[in-house]
DNA sequence: ATTCCAATCTTGACGCTGTTAAGTTTTGAT
DNA sequence: ATCAAAACTTAACAGCGTCAAGATTGGAAT
């Protein structure tokens, strides 16, 4: 249309979906301010306008990723709310959401990456909102079997462990995705946190 | 003592511990031939003579980090071979291995590093050996309770999510080193792998 | 012992990177 | 209409991985 205004109008929305792209297409280890700028023909120091740094436009990126796997969690944890499956189906919307974009568990993880307050201990008003879901469901689930207090902290871990150690697995190049191994993430998730939810129903 | 040689002697070597100390100190993002070269007295280039790229020399780095988990592993089975806490105390090997040296889980498991075989198939010759050590052994553990085949397979990926994603959560920052977090480890990991086996023991 | 090749290392360069300084264009509030 | 702030360009800097060309050395073959 207008060829080439000086102002761009939207660049910030417009670096962060180009970069987006780039991490989806090449990975992070290919994405270059420059590259960026000039996917979106734009000079080379023009982010600079939007973004201290490339670390802040990284973040700016990761936080987008961000909201999208939170997103996926509440939709899941809303379907299945108040069912026996909830925290299963949880914990395999978790592993799915990275099986079906590898490129963007280590992009999330990824030490140099992470800005965010993952600390353990359940305290935080800077928790990340998806650990927040996961745990929560978790401790309700896990509640609902009068576990003691310091078991079901644990039990909460390990499921966060879990759930995150397939994710891991899962996204390691040579595997390649397998509709099979969706029913499959199902399996080992519900063999870890259903036992105890069917254990208690005997129990009553 | 003698002035700086033209020939270095044991540069390979050299370098490969200076890259090790700088990514310890500085973590992996820090890292530079460059800097490295510099470390050891000896020119930009002169790496070049011991490795085609910096992908190659990272790889080297990385093997070597994986030897000596591979041997914290071994020498773990070998000190509980045939008890019944194996496969737990293998377990929390994995995770204190990574838990004590932060800075290597990344290094070893990120995206980019990753040219060895990691495929969940428990198929492979370049299956790398601390997860067959892991594998086998709980192979060997599940087996005794005589579990169904495809079952004891997820037993099995269950376990090696369990322990890779403490890791990976262990190692994550803000999580300070805590000697209570190691014996709390262990009780995670136990809570998952010794109830199919005491289950079992009750059987008999 | 001499020769000579291959391994090792240096120097200097290339293009790419993140980042900054200085200057230009545009927007929008007054 | 004015003018400051925001958005963008151009040009430069140092650091990076990498390579080509040349210098230095060690060791095997003669």
Redesign the pocket.
């Known amino acids: 249309m207008e060829n080439?205004?000086?102002?761009?109008?939207?660049?910030?929305n417009a670096l962060i979906r180009a970069g987006l792209e780039l991490i989806s297409t090449e990975g992070e280890e290919?994405?270059?301010?420059?590259?960026?700028?000039?996917k979106c023909?734009?000079?080379?120091?023009?982010?600079?306008?939007?973004?201290?740094?490339?670390?802040?436009?990284i973040a700016a990126i990761q936080q987008h990723i961000m909201d999208l796997f939170t997103s996926t969690l509440e939709q899941t944890a809303e379907m299945y709310a108040d069912t026996p499956a909830l925290l299963s189906m949880l914990g395999t919307a978790y592993v799915k959401f990275f099986y079906r974009n590898p490129l963007y568990f280590d992009f999330l993880f990824s030490r140099k990456n992470i800005r965010i307050n993952l600390s353990l201990d359940c305290a935080g008003e800077k928790e990340i909102p998806p650990l927040r879901i996961l745990k929560q469901t978790a401790a309700q689930a896990f509640c609902k079997v009068d576990m003691p207090e310091p078991i079901m902290q644990n039990k909460i871990i390990a499921m966060w462990a879990l759930v995150h150690g397939l994710s891991a697995i899962a996204t390691m190049p040579n595997v390649e995705y397998d509709e099979d191994w969706e029913t499959r993430i199902e399996e080992i998730i519900k063999s870890i946190s259903i036992p105890y939810m069917t254990q208690q129903e005997s129990k009553k």
């Open positions: 080439k205004p000086y102002h761009h109008g939207n660049l910030r290919n994405l270059s301010l420059r590259k960026v700028a000039l023909g734009v000079s080379n120091a023009a982010p600079y306008a939007h973004f201290n740094s490339k670390d802040e436009f």
